[in-house]
């Protein structure tokens, strides 16, 4: 069973639409988590972190919710600079009760948006 | 500028041979991680380090061999025994090895066995 699960899309949406992905993870010990985003044969770039509460940035908004093991990607008014892959990533503790952290990667999410 | 740089950028290798990949930082960061993506999947961890002279075994580190004998520099060999090494290879650093810590990305080396 994968750590994290994402939907690999396409999503194709035209300019100024509001698109959401969706991604679960397996295990309850999960501690942080973020959203990356990589363009075309490049290297994935940190978009955001997932807080409790939720949180925006600009356009984008993010949702944790733990008793599900859910997270969300809301991104409104989508421009064509938005089309790229997104990243589910969840940190999971190495060793139980450890502060120590490796990253876990979902498939990621392909987005294309047209003018 | 502070950053993390890979060399080389596209690199081709007949089978059987051995290959480093270089990973170096100036962001003076402990913790350096390699990982390798294949078309539509996600990023799998090779091996990482959290501090000089030590590292870690990731999920796929059959195949590879490091070393961290500097704080700034993480290498990536790739041996004739990895079976399928045709990938796009991607080097990372963090503070620390943090849960909370944000990895930041190379630009990746795109490796092919001929």
């Known amino acids: 069973r994968k750590e994290v699960e994402q939907d690999p899309g396409p999503f194709n949406v035209p300019e100024g639409a509001t698109v959401a992905f969706n991604c679960t993870y397996s295990n309850s010990a999960s501690q942080s988590f973020f959203w990356y985003r990589q363009d075309c044969r490049k290297e994935p770039k940190l978009l955001m972190s997932?807080?409790?509460s939720g949180n925006e940035d600009g356009r984008f908004t993010a949702q944790l919710n733990r008793a599900s093991q859910y997270i969300s990607l809301l991104i409104r008014d989508s421009k064509l600079s938005d089309s790229a892959t997104y990243l589910c990533?969840?940190?999971?503790?190495?060793?139980?009760?450890?502060?120590?952290?490796?990253?876990?990667f979902g498939r990621g999410t392909q987005l294309t948006v047209w003018p | 500028d502070g950053g993390i740089t890979q060399s080389p950028k596209y690199l081709f290798r007949k089978e059987g041979q051995n290959v480093t990949l270089s990973c170096e930082q100036n962001l003076n960061h402990d913790a350096m991680y390699w990982y390798r993506q294949d078309p539509g999947q996600g990023l799998r961890l090779i091996y990482y380090?959290?501090?000089?002279?030590?590292?870690q075994k990731g999920d796929i580190a059959e195949g590879y061999s490091v070393s961290r004998e500097k704080k700034e520099s993480f290498p990536l060999t790739v041996t004739s025994a990895q079976k399928n090494p045709t990938a796009f290879y991607l080097c990372?650093?963090?503070?620390?090895?943090?849960?909370?810590?944000?990895?930041?990305f190379g630009p990746g080396t795109r490796l092919t066995v001929l």
């Open positions: 990533v969840v940190n999971l503790e190495t060793d139980r009760g450890s502060t120590l952290g490796r990253l876990y």
């Open positions: 997932v807080y409790s």
């Open positions: 990372a650093s963090s503070m620390r090895q943090h849960q909370a810590d944000t990895q930041y």
């Open positions: 380090s959290q501090i000089v002279n030590d590292f």
